[in-house]
C-alpha cells in the first residue's frame, strides 16, 4: 500500500505574492464518500490508501503526507461584469501536485476545507449537495470527452454547515491540470506587476502551452491558445446542454478546462434563453450567451497580458484585438463540428448549420428534450420505418419535425458511411443520459438524510453515459411537472 504521495510543488515555488501557505482546519468525524479509484490509478496513487486513515485525514484536511504544501491561491475577477481585485481561494487549498502515469503535472485541490486569509468573511465550508453536484456533473463530463476538472474522492467532516439550514459538510478533492485562471492574470495586472504576469505567463506556458515558447511573441502565442481551447470548450458545452451558471473570468482556467460546477445545469427542454443559476437574474450566463462571454472573459485575459504582449501599448492591444477578434470563427468552426456529429454528418456541406440550427429552432418551439431528441434521431435509418416514431414522439407537432426529416435524409443519402457505422458514430456522441436536475436533487435529498444510494448509483451509471439502456429507464425520463428544477444555487 502506497503511505506517500510524490509531490512536486511548481506553482508554490512561485513567489509568495502568488499565494499564501495555509493549514486547514481540522474537523472531527471524516467519513468516505467515495474514492474515484480510475482517477487515483491514473495519477499514480493507491486507492486503498486514500480510502484509509492515513488517505482520509489528507481527504478532510487533517494531516498531508510529507511533500504535501498546501497554499491558497490569489487571483481577482470580474463577477457578473464587475471587476474585484481580490478574490482568491476563499474555501479551498492546493494540496500539491504530482505527476501522472503519462508524465502530465496534476493538482489536487481540497474544496471545503476551511476559511483561508481570501474567505471574505465566510465559513471557507463546503455542503454536502454541492459536493455531490461537483462529484457527479465534473465525472459526467469526462465521461462525455469535455475537458474538465475531475474528482478524485469526496468525505463528510462530521459536522453541521449553516446554509438556508443546517445541513452535513463535506469536502471535495478535486483534480486539475492548474487552477490558474483569467483571474490569475487579472490580479497582478491589476497591481501593475509586470514582473509577476511575466513569472505567471512563463509558468503557464511551460505548464500547458510549450509550443508557444518558440513562438516569435510567446505572451500572444499564449493568448491564441487560449482563445482555441475555450472555443472548442464551449462549443463541446452546447452539445450536451450544459449551462454552466457562473461564467465569472475567475471560473475560467487558462488550461481550457471546466470549473466550478456550482449553479450549473443540463437543459431538459432545450431552449437558447435557457437560465437555471438563482444568482443569474438577468440571463448574462444563459445557455445561447456562453460563447460571447467566454469572448469577454477572453478579452480580460487579452488585457492582462498586454504589458507582455508589446512594447507600446498601442502595438499590443492592435495584435490582441486580432486575436480575440478571431474567437467568433474559431467557436463556429467548432460548433459546427459539434452538430454535424450530432447529426451523423461526416463531411462539411455549406447547408449543415442552417439544417442543425432549424432543428434545434423546432426543438426550441415544442420544448423538445435536448438529449432524448438527438439520441432517438442517433437510431433512425437512412430510410423512413417504424423508427421514425420514437423521434416525432419528442414533438408535440409532429409534420414540421417530419419535414426537416425529409431534408435530413436528403442531406444523409450523400454521406459514404453505411447506416450502422453512422448509428454508432452517432449514439457515440449522443447521450442516453445527462446529470439532470431532479436526479441530483433527489440525490442530494437522500444524502442528506444519511442515504448516498441514489448518489452513487447516479454516479456510476454516468461512466457509461453513451450506452443504450432499456425503454423507460428512469435515468432517460425528462422530469414530471412536480419534478422540475428551475433553480440551481452556488454553494457559499
Not at 67 to 77: D, E, M, S
Not at 185 to 193: H, I, L, S, V
Not at 211 to 229: G, H, K, S, T, W
Not at 267 to 287: C, E, K, L, W
Amino acid at each position: 500500500m502506497l503511505n506517500t504521495i510524490a509531490f512536486d510543488n511548481s506553482y508554490a515555488r512561485l513567489p509568495d505574492r502568488f499565494h499564501a501557505p495555509w493549514s486547514p482546519a481540522p474537523v472531527p468525524g471524516p467519513r468516505l464518500i467515495r474514492i474515484n479509484t480510475d482517477l487515483a490509478t491514473e495519477l499514480g496513487l493507491d486507492a486503498d490508501w486514500l480510502a484509509s486513515g492515513p488517505g482520509l485525514a489528507m481527504l478532510a484536511g487533517n494531516a498531508f503526507p510529507a511533500g504535501a504544501k498546501p497554499i491558497a491561491q490569489a487571483y481577482a475577477g470580474h463577477q457578473f461584469g464587475n471587476f474585484v481585485p481580490q478574490l482568491g481561494d476563499g474555501r479551498a487549498l492546493l494540496v500539491g501536485e504530482v505527476i501522472d502515469r503519462i508524465g502530465k503535472r496534476r493538482d489536487i485541490q481540497l474544496k471545503g476545507s476551511g476559511p483561508t486569509p481570501w474567505s471574505r468573511s465566510g465559513d471557507g465550508r463546503a455542503a454536502l449537495g454541492p459536493v455531490l453536484r461537483e462529484y457527479i456533473v465534473s465525472e459526467a463530463m469526462h465521461a462525455f470527452g469535455i475537458p474538465t476538472t475531475r474528482a478524485l474522492g469526496a468525505v463528510m467532516t462530521g459536522t453541521m454547515v449553516i446554509r438556508e439550514a443546517r445541513v452535513p459538510g463535506a469536502v471535495l478533492a478535486r483534480v486539475a491540470s492548474s487552477h490558474v485562471r483569467v483571474g490569475t492574470f487579472q490580479y497582478f495586472y491589476a497591481r501593475k506587476d509586470v514582473e509577476a504576469l511575466r513569472l505567471l505567463c512563463d509558468h503557464v506556458i511551460d505548464r500547458h502551452w510549450p509550443d508557444a515558447r518558440a513562438a516569435e511573441n510567446p505572451a500572444l502565442a499564449l493568448l491564441e491558445a487560449v482563445i482555441a481551447a475555450q472555443a472548442d470548450l464551449i462549443a463541446r458545452w452546447l452539445g450536451v446542454g450544459f449551462i454552466h451558471g457562473v461564467m465569472n473570468t475567475d471560473n475560467m482556467l487558462i488550461s481550457g478546462e471546466t470549473i466550478d460546477y456550482g449553479p450549473c445545469a443540463f437543459m431538459d427542454a432545450y431552449h437558447p434563453n435557457t437560465v437555471y443559476s438563482s444568482i443569474d437574474q438577468f440571463g448574462r450566463y444563459a445557455f445561447a450567451n456562453q460563447a460571447p462571454i467566454a469572448q469577454w472573459n477572453l478579452a480580460q485575459l487579452a488585457q492582462s497580458l498586454l504589458p507582455l504582449i508589446a512594447e507600446t501599448q498601442e502595438a499590443a492591444v492592435g495584435l490582441a484585438q486580432g486575436a480575440i477578434e478571431r474567437f467568433p470563427d474559431l467557436f463556429t468552426t467548432a460548433y459546427e463540428r459539434v452538430l454535424r456529429a450530432k447529426l451523423g454528418l461526416h463531411f462539411s456541406d455549406d447547408g449543415d448549420l442552417a439544417l442543425a440550427q432549424d432543428l434545434l429552432t423546432l426543438m426550441a418551439e415544442q420544448s423538445a428534450d435536448m438529449t432524448n431528441t438527438f439520441r432517438a434521431l442517433s437510431s433512425l435509418a437512412r430510410e423512413p420505418n417504424d423508427g421514425d416514431a420514437a423521434f416525432l414522439g419528442e414533438f408535440a407537432q409532429a409534420t414540421p419535425v417530419a419535414d426537416w426529416l425529409a431534408r435530413w435524409r436528403l442531406r444523409l443519402a450523400r454521406e459514404a458511411l453505411a447506416d450502422d457505422a453512422r448509428i454508432a458514430s452517432m449514439k457515440g456522441v449522443n447521450p442516453t443520459i445527462v446529470p439532470r436536475n431532479h436526479r441530483i436533487e433527489q440525490a442530494i435529498v437522500a444524502a442528506n438524510s444519511g442515504d448516498l444510494a441514489a448518489f452513487h448509483a447516479l454516479t456510476e451509471a454516468l461512466q457509461q453515459p453513451f450506452a443504450d439502456r432499456l425503454a423507460g429507464d428512469r435515468l432517460t425520463l425528462p422530469p414530471k411537472p412536480d419534478e422540475v428544477v428551475h433553480q440551481t444555487f452556488c454553494g457559499t
